[in-house]
């Protein structure tokens, strides 16, 4: 007999990259439960418009907009201080919402007060809230009294587990070292955190993620056979054990509606086997002209087909001879320089070699699937700690120094050493260092996922014992 189906709310930060994967974990629930996507009213009408969120999802889950204070306007230059800015005009809405919400525990709220901060009512009250970790000291204190059970959500288990120890004496950095590899230091309690995320995290009493006690689990987009260690210490760990923790990996973004889809492939399909280098930095701007400039000539300089994702108003500060290829693109172009690109199907093509990447965390897991090695080009945040991965795993390089912090321009002459080192084209493919490494990391992660596999068994513990039960 199947448990009671719950009515979960899931609750992501109101940028893609959080909201895509968080997206993916309730298209899977809701066969099971009753689900609920929370995020800006401005980010519901993207996801209808791109055609992200399908017919399909439309019949399985109710889809709702926070009426926070997010413009269009807001999303004009891919910088992190933009994305510290997107926070901030959703959380005091987010926190008037957890005040109010209707739960199976007190479902007397639905009221004006809740009405007025949604585009259209939820169906039911609250039994389970999945939260983006970034929301998890605003809703947790709010959401639990009220008897909604609370899970949180988390990319790479490294990224949490690392923070676990960070305490009131932890020393505060300046908020610059948010460009730096701060997350990748394995004791932060010692070498410090950004004073932002200190007083995000911490309460007066200098708790860290004050209330822990209070989540029901932890869900992470990962799998336990990439950080081994990150398990044990989740499990022995005061703040974690005894709690489930599902690494439910991998949860792929979205790739529909933005066009250039069919002569992607057609270029693809023209190139020989595994010729192509791919080049995306996500939705983070490469700020200065002269590293773009870089960038291209490096590019060029190799004489093999390429695909840059590059933002449209940064490919006029190209130079003349690549923004006058650009403008006459075709199936049998050189290379492709496109606004957007379907990344995952690039990158499961065998054309392709290898991947230049930021290493968001999203692009992290798609390229390990894929089973393609990567040049790592960190910016900030995770970024470093997921280049340290993928260094570790034996299936990336990083180029030193990149981060936004830093205000060297890389030159032309390292970005192509780096991406020839890695792709070593000398070989054939599957006799490469990396590359084998990247078969390797590719055939763990789609075990895992597999029935029978680490994530899948997570999957199914959380939806039918989990959730029903915590």
Not at 134 to 161: D, K, Q, T, W, Y
Not at 261 to 290: I, T
Not at 364 to 391: R, Y
Request: glycine share 6%; with cysteine; aromatic share 8%.
């Amino acid at each position: 007999m199947s448990p009671p189906r719950q009515h979960v709310l899931l609750f992501p930060y109101p940028l893609f990259g959080h909201i895509s994967p968080l997206l993916q974990l309730a298209r899977k629930m809701a066969p099971h439960h009753d689900v609920t996507f929370v995020t800006s009213a401005l980010r519901v009408q993207q996801l209808r418009q791109r055609g992200i969120f399908t017919a399909a999802d439309e019949a399985s889950i109710q889809l709702v907009g926070l009426l926070d204070a997010l413009q269009e306007s807001d999303d004009t230059e891919g910088t992190f201080q933009q994305m510290l800015e997107v926070g901030e005009k959703t959380f005091p809405f987010m926190t008037k919402l957890f005040r109010t919400l209707p739960s199976s525990a007190s479902p007397d709220a639905l009221g004006d007060d809740y009405r007025a901060l949604l585009d259209r009512p939820l169906q039911r009250p609250v039994d389970v809230a999945i939260m983006d970790v970034i929301a998890l000291r605003e809703s947790l204190p709010l959401l639990h009294p009220r008897g909604i059970r609370c899970f949180v959500f988390n990319s790479s288990g490294l990224i949490f587990s690392n923070k676990l120890n960070v305490n009131q004496d932890t020393p505060a950095l300046p908020d610059a070292a948010f460009f730096s590899d701060w997350e990748a230091h394995p004791d932060l309690a010692v070498s410090g955190v950004p004073r932002a995320f200190k007083e995000m995290c911490m309460d007066c009493d200098g708790e860290l993620f004050p209330g822990l006690d209070a989540l029901a689990g932890f869900i992470v987009n990962s799998i336990e056979e990439l950080e081994p260690e990150v398990v044990r210490t989740m499990a022995t760990h005061r703040k974690t054990a005894g709690k489930p923790v599902r690494f439910v990996a991998p949860l792929f973004a979205d790739e529909a509606g933005k066009g250039h889809g069919n002569l992607v492939g057609e270029w693809l399909d023209a190139q020989g086997e595994r010729s192509v280098v791919y080049v995306s930095f996500g939705s983070f701007a490469v700020s200065q002209n002269e590293q773009l400039h870089e960038i291209a000539k490096a590019l060029l300089s190799l004489n093999k087909p390429f695909i840059w994702s590059l933002k449209s108003h940064q490919q006029k500060l190209l130079p003349p001879e690549m923004q006058a290829s650009i403008a006459g693109q075709s199936a049998s172009s050189k290379y492709l320089v496109l606004a957007w690109t379907p990344q995952r199907s690039i990158l499961n093509h065998p054309a392709t070699r290898l991947f230049v990447s930021h290493v968001g965390y999203n692009s992290l897991l798609e390229t390990f699937d894929a089973g393609v090695p990567l040049v790592c080009w960190p910016m900030f945040g995770d970024q470093f700690a997921n280049a340290d991965m993928a260094q570790r795993l034996g299936n990336g390089r990083t180029i030193p120094d990149t981060g936004a912090l830093h205000s060297r321009t890389v030159p032309a002459a390292e970005i192509a050493e780096a991406v020839t080192t890695v792709g070593q084209w000398e070989r054939n493919f599957g006799d490469g260092d990396y590359a084998r490494k990247a078969a390797e990391v590719s055939r763990m992660v789609k075990a895992a996922a597999a029935p029978g596999g680490s994530s899948c068994e997570a999957f199914t513990k959380l939806v039918l014992s989990d959730i029903p039960l915590a």
